[in-house]
């Protein structure tokens, strides 16, 4: 835990990808002297990615073209990886295709910066980057309700066994340990853990005892597992999710362990109340984020959350529709990305460079945007235990208003050239 505040308190550090000296030079004097960010440059991008398990920067600063791996091939390798696959990457390019931005959005840049380099633009950009960089470190000294992911309360008067869960699974998570029932209704207090693991026959409080308490207190939100020494004992389903039976064996504790799935999210959906809330808390930020780097990026302009009345009068005339699933979980969502035509026209003529389209070629390129959102979309459902995926899109011709709406989430976003788009997700659960 030292290890990790420390982490959070040092300087920033960026890797500058590019094989360019003069650019490299340019972006470490602008990063260091303007940001105060610790810069580590290579020329290729194998090197870079050797850096990266090196130096573990804060972030990654890409030029698409580059000699040995391309921008594109390091950012696959990025994104493939669990243990960088969240790295903030900003894109350098020459290039103002729409088939580039495509391949490049479907790796989730955080931001793009043309070439050749304007000192203005990189400012605005790197100022945007490092404000987020840096949220995200307060984000990992405060927020505590992360840090209470992973955590286990077990409750014995074996010494022995508290030792051994200590030994065992305090590698996947950190382990609290209590002696009474007392104890752990104390712990589980200020801890919050999202497991608890309790032994019969506790003193102070007994089994049954503080496991109403907990249930009483978080509700389904902590699974409660009944640890024993008899194979076939009976347990309260009302109040444990499961039961564990006790050895002193390391292997079969954690072959036992695993097969309760307790690293498993306990506040895993079941029903729509429940989802509803969950989206509420954790969806709007991933939606902005979506949005952000889809239209942000393909039509190369900024990208902010408006106000909601600032939407009631908009002409809702164009909407893009996608359709997403999780059919192990019967769970369904609509998103629609909904704007007027000018403004639909607007965005389609920013993503192709100026050309203006005609309606069948703008309606197409919204839909293009609606699908990679949705993608987006999909790995953002996953904070909240489903794993979906998008089975159907279509662009239609609407006339309705805001109030013709109603959904889980509706958000509205202004660009700067003047474009303000809906995003509307609707979440149904049942067969």
């Known amino acids: 835990m030292r290890a990790a505040a420390e982490n959070t308190r040092r300087p920033l550090r960026a890797l500058v990808m590019d094989d360019g000296e003069a650019d490299r030079t340019y972006l470490r004097a602008l990063l260091h002297k303007k940001f105060g960010v610790s810069v580590t440059e290579v020329g ?33 390798a990025i ?3 669990p243990h960088y696959s969240h790295l903030p990457v900003i894109v350098l390019t020459a290039a103002k295709s729409k088939r580039m931005f495509e391949e490049l959005m479907t790796f989730g840049v955080s931001d793009y910066i043309l070439k050749p380099l ?15 960089v840096r949220n995200a470190r307060g984000m990992q000294r405060t927020n505590a309700r992360a840090a209470n992911r992973n955590r286990v309360l077990v409750a014995s008067e074996d010494d022995r066994f508290l030792d051994l869960c200590r030994e065992v699974l305090d590698k996947s998570f950190s382990v609290l340990t209590a002696q009474s029932g007392a104890e752990g ?8 853990p999202q497991t608890v693991i309790i032994g019969e026959n506790l003193p102070l409080l007994n089994e049954h005892m503080l496991a109403q308490k907990v249930r009483d207190i978080a509700g389904k939100n902590v699974r409660i597992i009944l640890l024993g020494r008899n194979a076939n004992g009976s347990f309260d389903r009302a109040l444990f999710d499961g039961r564990l039976v006790q ?6 504790l954690l072959e036992r362990f695993n097969a309760l799935s307790l690293d498993a999210d306990p506040a895993k959906v079941t029903t729509e109340r429940e989802l509803r809330r969950r989206l509420s808390e954790e969806l709007p930020q991933e939606m902005f984020k979506a949005v952000q780097q889809t239209i942000g990026v393909m039509a190369k302009t900024e990208v902010r959350i408006a106000a909601m009345d600032s939407a009631r009068n908009l002409s809702l005339e164009l909407e893009a529709r996608a359709a997403l699933t999780d059919k192990n979980s019967h769970v369904n969502a609509t998103l629609c990305l909904i704007t007027s035509r000018r403004d639909a026209n607007n965005l389609a003529s ?23 959102i949705g993608g987006k979309i999909c790995a953002a459902f996953e904070h909240v235990g ?46």
């Open 44 to 76: 290729n991008g194998l090197e870079g990615l050797q850096a990266i398990e090196a130096e573990m920067p804060d972030f990654v600063v890409l030029d698409v073209n580059m000699p040995v791996l391309s921008g594109s091939e390091v950012l696959e």
């Open 79 to 81: 994104r493939q990886c």
């Open 185 to 192: 209704l104390e712990l589980f207090l200020q801890e919050h």
């Open 247 to 252: 050895t002193l064996s390391p292997e079969t």
């Open 350 to 372: 920013r993503v192709m460079n100026g050309v203006r389209l005609s309606l069948s070629e703008c309606d197409e390129l919204f839909g293009e945007l609606v699908r990679t």
């Open 118 to 132: 304007d000192y203005e633009l990189a400012m605005a950009r790197f100022s945007h980057l490092i404000e987020q």
């Open 386 to 431: 489903l794993t979906m995926a998008e089975v159907d899109s279509s662009v239609n011709t609407i006339d309705k208003t805001l109030s013709d709406y109603a959904a889980d989430t509706i958000m509205a976003f202004q660009t700067d050239v003047d474009a303000t788009v809906l995003m509307v997700l609707d979440v149904k659960v049942g067969a």
